[in-house]
């Protein structure tokens, strides 16, 4: 028999260990993996390459529609190709309308028709005054929804994502519990953030280390321990979105320990800059919560490497480029990750801080699929789909702004040498991208809906 593809003599990064084999690949699944195969239709040397289950990852704005010239489904999932993301979850908020129900959720799938070049789950909102719309969202495939804990959305611009009020919060954890899904949050104080904010431009402050003091570690702690009490009452999974600092992670460990439903992620840029980076590179690595200190980063690698963070995600929010103009508190807060998560967290984990290659793939590929039941994602398996990024390590480049597929060139990474590259992408056993021919414009990516289990009311 003839398979469709078989990629061969790879190091391969299975469940539990990672091993020089071949993988068979049929009908964009996985089907055999071992030596000796036979024939394929297509085959991949991958020689000295990792070959690691494409990217899920689990944080992305795409802002489509309504704010399309932020980014968009084109330009949004090819950079995620190129960059050995073969999946992601897109968040509700960016786009006008943010996803709060039905009519908002299929002005999406609209929008991005026969423009994704790789596979894109999705959150729902959780906001003020929809609590009655829950339920259609989950009817019509949402993997999960998210949240904001700390300020969020325009004033004045209209059907925007908005923060939860305290009560919106409870009550929609209590109906998201009986649909068994999962609330993602930020968690962030907002009065206190936005009054320190206030506070200290009031001052005259203006410098990246002022933003980051106006955000200081307690306030990202004390939502994250709000989040978890509550949760825990309303007998709600939650999972805290990019934790910035050590103490958010204990919290959620601990807590973990006392057999609450509570996960946690971190993103690729918390461990690649610290605040004294984002003072020499600028706006463009202005976030929420804020990039930290060294010493907080060194501590948030302990939590990594011991498992309390369950995966890294880019919280890729870009914007265009005169919004990130201004001091660190007026521009814009969000990076332009999406296309850097993989050979950045390659290079930073595995090259540099000796990372296994099975706790990697956990990280940025089997946990999020897993924690979101996307079940045919982030595993090199048999039955799995066959979605693959073939990994260069020790072959170091510089990102150059021309290298990114991003609607626009911006990126904290830009002029950043790193030390490993995503040289193919292979999505449901097709090539999405190679380093010779760049990403494929075949946009054979889906969206991945998933069933409702039942109707609640
Ligand atoms: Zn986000």
Not at 67 to 74: F, H, I, K, L, N
Not at 268 to 296: M, S, V, W
Not at 446 to 455: D, I, P, R, S, W
């Amino acid at each position: 028999m003839s398979y469709d593809l078989i990629i061969k003599n790879g190091k391969v990064i299975l469940d539990t260990e990672a091993v020089v084999t071949d993988v068979a690949v049929t009908n964009g699944k996985i089907v055999a993996i071992g030596a000796d195969l036979g024939e394929a239709k297509e085959v991949i040397d991958a020689s000295g390459l990792v070959v690691s289950p494409g990217m899920v990852d689990a944080h992305v704005h795409i802002s489509e529609p309504g704010r399309t010239e932020w980014e968009g489904y084109e330009t949004g999932t090819k950079a995620a190709a190129k960059g050995g993301v073969t999946s992601f979850i897109e968040m509700p908020l960016n786009q006008l309308p943010a996803t709060i129900d039905r009519e908002s959720l299929n002005l999406k799938f609209d929008a991005a028709k026969g423009k994704l070049s790789v596979d894109v789950a999705l959150f729902g909102g959780l906001v003020p005054h929809n609590l009655d719309r829950l339920n259609e969202l989950n009817e019509d495939g949402v993997a999960a929804y998210k949240c904001f804990l700390a300020t969020c959305g325009f004033d004045g611009v209209d059907n925007d994502f908005r923060n939860v009020d305290d009560y919106s919060f409870f009550a929609g954890m209590q109906k998201i519990a009986k649909m068994d899904k999962i609330l993602a949050i930020h968690a962030e104080n907002a009065l206190i953030c936005d009054e320190l904010g206030k506070v200290a431009q009031a001052e005259g402050k203006t410098s990246a280390k002022d933003y980051v003091a106006s955000r200081p570690v307690f306030t990202e702690v004390e939502a994250v321990r709000r989040a978890i009490y509550l949760a825990k009452i309303a007998g709600c999974q939650i999972h805290i979105c990019h934790l910035s600092t050590p103490e958010g992670v204990e919290e959620v460990t601990r807590a973990r320990n006392e057999g609450q439903k509570v996960t946690c992620e971190s993103c690729t840029h918390y461990f690649a800059i610290d605040e004294e980076q984002f003072e020499t590179i600028g706006t463009t690595a202005k976030c929420a919560p804020p990039l930290r200190d060294k010493a907080n980063q060194d501590r948030l690698w302990e939590k990594l490497f011991a498992g309390e963070i369950d995966f890294v995600t880019s919280d890729h929010s870009p914007c265009p480029p005169d919004m990130k103009i201004g001091n660190a508190f007026t521009a814009w807060g969000g990076i332009s990750g999406l296309q850097n998560n993989v050979d950045i967290m390659f290079d930073e984990a595995v090259q540099k801080r000796g990372m296994e290659l099975t706790q990697f793939a956990k990280l940025i590929a089997s946990n999020p699929a897993d924690l979101y039941k996307l079940a045919d994602k982030g595993h090199i398996a048999i039955g799995k789909d066959a979605d693959f990024a073939l990994i260069q390590p020790n072959a170091p480049y510089t990102l150059a702004a021309e290298d990114l597929e991003y609607r626009h060139k911006v990126s904290p990474y830009i002029g950043r040498t790193i030390g490993a590259q995503v040289v193919a992408t292979v999505l449901r056993g097709s090539v999405i991208y190679d380093k010779e021919n760049g990403v494929r414009d075949t946009h054979e990516g889906a969206f991945v809906l998933q069933n409702a289990k039942e109707t609640v009311q």
